[in-house]
C-alpha cells in the first residue's frame, strides 16, 4: 500500500494541476503535520514511552517495511552510528571517508572509536 504524508501528497496534487508546489516553513525543514500529531498523541500516553513491546513492534514492522531480516530501534543517530561501527567491526587500523559537510556528530563518533576519517 502506497503511503505519504498529508504535505507530500498536497505538494504532488498541486503538481498534478499545474501549480507551484507548497514548501516546508524554514522552521522546520524534516517535521510535517502528521509528525506533530504524532507527537501530540505519544505525549498523551507517558505509560508507553517505556514499553518494550511498543518499540520491538516499531522495529519489526520497520523491518517488514524495509524488506529485512531484521531492525534495531536506537535512541537517537549518534547511538545508532556507534552501534554501526561496532558492528561492522572497524578497527583503528581501517579508515571512513564522509562527506565534508557532515554533523559534527559522525566524524566525533569515529573520533571516539579512534577510527581515522577523510573528507571527500
Known sequence: ???TS???LKTI????LGLHPSFPSLGSNTMEKDDL????????????WFDEKVVENYASRFAIWNHSN????????R??????IYALDLKPHHEVIIP?????V???????????????
Open 37 to 48: 500529531r504524532l507527537c501530540q498523541q505519544w505525549l498523551k500516553e507517558p505509560d508507553k
Open 70 to 77: 531484521y531492525a534495531y530501534a536506537f535512541m537517537g543517530a
Open 100 to 104: 565534508g559537510y557532515t554533523c559534527i
Open 79 to 84: 547511538v545508532a552510528l556507534s552501534a554501526s
Open 106 to 120: 559522525v566524524p566525533n563518533a569515529f573520533k571516539f572509536a579512534g577510527i581515522p576519517v577523510v573528507y571527500s
Open 13 to 16: 496534487i498541486k503538481h498534478v
Open 1 to 3: 500500500m502506497f503511503q
Open 6 to 8: 498529508y504535505r507530500s
